[in-house]
């Protein structure tokens, strides 16, 4: 009875917070550089949740090492609710890639749900002489041993998408890891590197006015954004099974209290039919999340799959653990 007290007060110490959650601006934690596609998407939704959460969210992009950085910070912070996650494919893609990560993706976060899918579009800066994929294609064949290849470090989605680019058409690139697709876009724009597969939330624009050149998109069907339409898919091109979507989902660390899960969980529901969330997110080829992915279980059943299929994908393409 006597050692009971002292658990019972910590417990009762804890049930106001609890209850008061949240009572103070939450960080989402974005594992790429800032202006990139993944902070793109947690900028637009942290507007969204503001309401249905009650708070503020204040983004915190720790990029670096394919986006591990940031999922260990978030992996090691305190299990309170106020510092969450936001990672897409990454998540699964550098667990199905490294040998070792210091956090276990599976045991270490709190899976609160499912934000979106994004495609993925393939970009040259926009000196090169190629205009259509056909173009490229020849061009990378006469420039064998000098391609850059510019992407957001290893285990990323544009890592991953590069890997299955360069695997379908069987030719190695130099490829340049930056702390997220913003820098990488940077150089783009400046013919540092030669190309590079991003997502369309960060593509989009940069297509529209004609600041890089696109060749594909790495979905199975065209694309409706006026930008994106005319560009065929990758299988179109004749790049057979390279198919990349990047879904993004949200996470805290292991042991935050079910009920702020819970809370959480209700205030992305309602953030997701935010019409102003849609209308941004949609017209950068993004789709909203509307499916048994948005309860935890279903989201964390989702990324188990993603790894188990991503492992032998990566294996294929070449490329083994660090
Ligand atoms: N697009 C990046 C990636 O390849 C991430 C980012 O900068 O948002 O994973």
Same mark, same amino acid.
Not at 271 to 292: C, S, Y
């Given at each position: 009875?006597?050692?009971?007290?002292?658990?019972?007060?910590?417990?009762?110490?804890?049930?106001?917070?609890?209850?008061?959650?949240?009572?103070?601006?939450?960080?989402?934690?974005?594992?790429?550089?800032?202006?990139?596609?993944?902070?793109?998407?947690?900028?637009?939704?942290?507007?969204?949740?503001?309401?249905?959460?009650?708070?503020?969210?204040?983004?915190?992009?720790?990029?670096?090492?394919?986006?591990?950085?940031?999922?260990?910070?978030?992996?090691?912070?305190?299990?309170?609710?106020?510092?969450?996650?936001?990672?897409?494919?990454?998540?699964?893609?550098?667990?199905?890639?490294?040998?070792?990560?210091?956090?276990?993706?599976?045991?270490?976060?709190?899976?609160?749900?499912?934000?979106?899918?994004?495609?993925?579009?393939?970009?040259?800066?926009?000196?090169?002489?190629?205009?259509?994929?056909?173009?490229?294609?020849?061009?990378?064949?006469?420039?064998?041993?000098?391609?850059? =290849?510019?992407? *957001?470090? @290893?285990?990323?989605?544009? /890592?991953?998408?590069?890997?299955?680019?360069? !695997?379908? &058409?069987?030719? #190695?690139?130099?490829?340049?890891?930056?702390?997220?697709?913003?820098?990488?876009?940077?150089?783009?724009?400046?013919?540092?590197?030669?190309?590079?597969?991003?997502?369309?939330?960060?593509?989009?624009?940069?297509?529209?006015?004609?600041?890089?050149?696109?060749?594909?998109?790495?979905?199975?069907?065209?694309?409706?954004?006026?930008?994106?339409?005319?560009?065929?898919?990758?299988?179109?091109?004749?790049?057979?099974?390279?198919?990349?979507?990047?879904?993004?989902?949200?996470?805290?660390?292991?042991?935050?209290?079910?009920?702020?899960?819970?809370?959480?969980?209700?205030? =992305?529901?309602? *953030?997701? @039919?935010?019409?102003?969330? /849609?209308?941004?997110?949609?017209?950068?080829? !993004?789709? &909203?999340?509307? #499916?048994?992915?948005?309860?935890?279980?279903?989201?964390?059943?989702?990324?188990?799959?993603?790894?188990?299929?991503?492992?032998?994908?990566?294996?294929?393409?070449?490329?083994?653990?660090?």
């Amino acid at each position: 009875m006597r050692r009971s007290l002292p658990l019972a007060a910590g417990l009762l110490a804890c049930l106001p917070a609890l209850a008061d959650y949240p009572d103070k601006p939450v960080t989402l934690v974005v594992p790429f550089a800032a202006g990139g596609p993944t902070d793109k998407v947690a900028r637009d939704l942290a507007e969204a949740l503001r309401k249905p959460l009650g708070a503020t969210l204040i983004i915190e992009n720790i990029g670096g090492v394919g986006g591990t950085l940031g999922a260990n910070r978030v992996a090691k912070a305190a299990p309170d609710g106020y510092t969450l996650l936001l990672h897409h494919i990454g998540l699964a893609s550098a667990t199905a890639l490294y040998r070792t990560l210091p956090y276990k993706t599976l045991e270490d976060f709190e899976y609160l749900g499912m934000v979106n899918e994004v495609p993925m579009t393939l970009v040259g800066r926009a000196s090169l002489p190629a205009n259509t994929y056909a173009e490229l294609a020849r061009w990378l064949d006469a420039n064998k041993g000098k391609i850059n =290849l510019a992407h *957001a470090g @290893t285990g990323s989605a544009s /890592h991953l998408c590069g890997l299955l680019f360069q !695997a379908a &058409i069987k030719i #190695d690139m130099t490829t340049v890891p930056y702390k997220g697709t913003a820098p990488a876009m940077n150089d783009l724009l400046g013919g540092q590197v030669d190309i590079m597969c991003d997502q369309t939330t960060n593509t989009t624009g940069q297509i529209e006015s004609g600041k890089v050149k696109a060749y594909v998109v790495t979905t199975t069907k065209r694309l409706a954004a006026p930008a994106l339409a005319k560009l065929p898919t990758a299988e179109e091109a004749g790049l057979k099974g390279f198919n990349v979507s990047v879904w993004h989902g949200l996470y805290a660390p292991r042991g935050t209290p079910k009920a702020v899960v819970d809370k959480i969980n209700a205030a =992305l529901r309602v *953030a997701l @039919t935010d019409a102003d969330f /849609h209308k941004r997110q949609e017209a950068l080829g !993004a789709v &909203i999340i509307n #499916d048994a992915r948005l309860a935890p279980a279903e989201h964390k059943k989702f990324v188990e799959a993603e790894i188990n299929k991503l492992g032998p994908v990566i294996k294929a393409a070449g490329q083994y653990a660090d």
